[in-house]
């Protein structure tokens, strides 16, 4: 079934795909999301709404992304499974159906007690992969889960994450299969800074045709500081930051830091650019949208496809 995504077209004409992502603010104030979305406007093809990222507590994800849809960009809208039950989470997508969203992202979601609730109650009734497989089978059968037939079916372009560096990195490409399996269209993965090791995790992709199953975005964050290199090294699970990078961030005086990383950022787009497989990048500068298009155009990617 088409849907009305502009990713899913462009994947279909062959184009590199550029996508970012927008965090929701910790208040009512619809503002914050439009001057966000006016920082990416024209830069990327379609922007991520995080969902209570890190489990804390923001302004809904499916509310962001109306607000940016409004503006005429193309949202991604991220659901997770911690928060939600099988009822309230085909309940959204309905919503994002009827509201005219066209994408989203299935994610199981940060355990609440990394977040600013740690008292919490999680639900994940479902998890990621039996996500992706309720929205497959609302858009595609359309039938709810528990089997009765929907008036009415959300066209949605199906995405997941991925990342290629948890341990045990044997089982990574294995993981994505099952992804792909339930009817996963496009992934967007883990920040990529072992370029090396992310080549290895695409050969067993590849092995397997994933890659002509599935659109894989490769995902990239730029450094602001040594600092921050150093932090997602030894503090973010499943993050694979080789240490000569955090040593070239180190070799710099910290007021030039963050050109360092801008630098390093466009170098690995480059690099991401030539793996084959590699179908686009999702950019993820966090809090820092206003250098995403000095990345995007550094990197030769503008102007956008039409």
């Not at 849907?3 to 009512?28: H, M, W």
């Not at 923001?58 to 997770?80: F, H, T």
């Not at 630098?263 to 590699?278: D, K, M």
Request: net charge positive; aromatic share 4%; proline share 5%.
């Amino acid at each position: 079934m088409k849907t009305n995504s502009r990713i899913e077209k462009l994947l279909g004409q062959g184009a590199f795909v550029v996508t970012s992502e927008c965090g929701p603010p910790r208040g009512a104030d619809p503002e914050v999301i439009r001057r966000k979305g006016e920082l990416l406007r024209g830069v990327v093809d379609a922007v991520n709404v995080t969902d209570n990222q890190t489990s804390v507590v923001r302004m809904s994800s499916l509310s962001a992304a109306v607000i940016l849809k409004g503006m005429g960009l193309e949202p991604v809208l991220q659901m997770v499974c911690r928060d939600r039950n099988r009822i309230a989470l085909q309940s959204d997508l309905l919503g994002a159906g009827a509201l005219g969203i066209s994408n989203v992202l299935c994610l199981s979601g940060d355990h609440q007690k990394f977040g600013d609730h740690p008292q919490a109650k999680n639900v994940y009734d479902i998890d990621s992969i039996q996500l992706i497989q309720t929205v497959c089978r609302m858009r595609d059968e359309g039938k709810f889960l528990g089997g009765e037939e929907i008036k009415g079916k959300p066209a949605l372009f199906v995405g997941a994450a991925a990342n290629p560096f948890a341990d045990p990195f044997e089982i990574r490409a294995a993981r994505l299969g099952k992804k792909v399996k339930a009817g996963c269209e496009f992934v967007q993965t883990q920040c990529i800074y072992n370029i090396e090791r992310f080549r290895r995790w695409m050969e067993m992709v590849r092995e397997r045709g994933l890659h002509e199953r599935c659109a894989i975005l490769a995902g990239v964050t730029p450094f602001k500081t040594a600092g921050m290199a150093n932090y997602m090294k030894k503090n973010v699970p499943g993050m694979d930051v080789p240490d000569e990078m955090i040593s070239r961030m180190k070799g710099v005086p910290k007021e030039k830091q963050a050109e360092e990383g801008i630098r390093i950022c466009v170098e690995t787009i480059a690099e991401l650019r030539e793996i084959p497989g590699v179908r686009g990048i999702h950019l993820m500068a966090i809090e820092w949208e206003d250098r995403v298009a000095e990345i995007v155009k550094a990197a030769g990617l503008l102007p956008r496809p039409e």
